[in-house]
């Protein structure tokens, strides 16, 4: 699946274990790459900080992204994901456990990171089915 990589932004080190494990699972064999904050996961998109000089012609086909992160929180990289040209279009899966009712609607309903593992397991194999196999990139559009 060249180029069919996934953004995986996560601060949790058990969530991150858990994600890559049901990935794995599922035989999810995408290029991951795991951002640890939200500051770090716009260096990686937008080819800057220590990611200058990335081909940022190169966008993850789907990005998994926590709510709840330091430095630059996950609505925040929502916002400028959509403000931007470059990566507007690109998918995004909101994985939070927050029961906060203002962090669902903001983050309008992308999804949940459901607490049952099995369930869990299974969220993330149709999340590779259609995200990964079925669903094709926007073409990319330059600023």
């Known amino acids: 699946m060249e180029n069919k990589a996934i953004l995986f932004v996560e601060n949790n080190a058990d969530d991150e274990a858990?994600?890559?494990?049901?990935?794995?699972?599922?035989?999810?064999?995408?290029?991951?790459?795991?951002?640890?904050d939200g500051a770090e996961a716009l260096e990686y998109l937008f080819g800057m900080g220590k990611c200058a000089g990335r081909n940022t012609d190169f966008i993850p086909q789907v990005v998994l992204l926590?709510?709840?992160?330091?430095?630059?929180d996950g609505l925040e990289v929502l916002r400028r994901?959509?403000?931007?040209?470059?990566t507007k279009l690109l998918p995004v899966v909101v994985l939070t456990s927050s029961t906060e009712e203002q962090d669902r609607i903001k983050g309008y309903d992308f999804g949940r990171k459901p607490v049952d593992f099995n369930?869990?397991?299974?969220?993330?194999?149709?999340?590779?089915?259609?995200?990964?196999?079925?669903?094709?990139?926007?073409?990319?559009r330059r600023s």
């Open 81 to 86: 994901l959509h403000a931007d040209q470059r």
């Open 18 to 36: 858990l994600t890559l494990r049901a990935l794995k699972k599922n035989n999810i064999r995408n290029e991951v790459i795991v951002a640890h």
């Open 66 to 72: 926590d709510l709840k992160l330091p430095k630059v």
């Open 119 to 140: 369930q869990f397991i299974d969220a993330v194999r149709q999340l590779g089915l259609y995200w990964l196999i079925l669903n094709e990139a926007p073409p990319v």
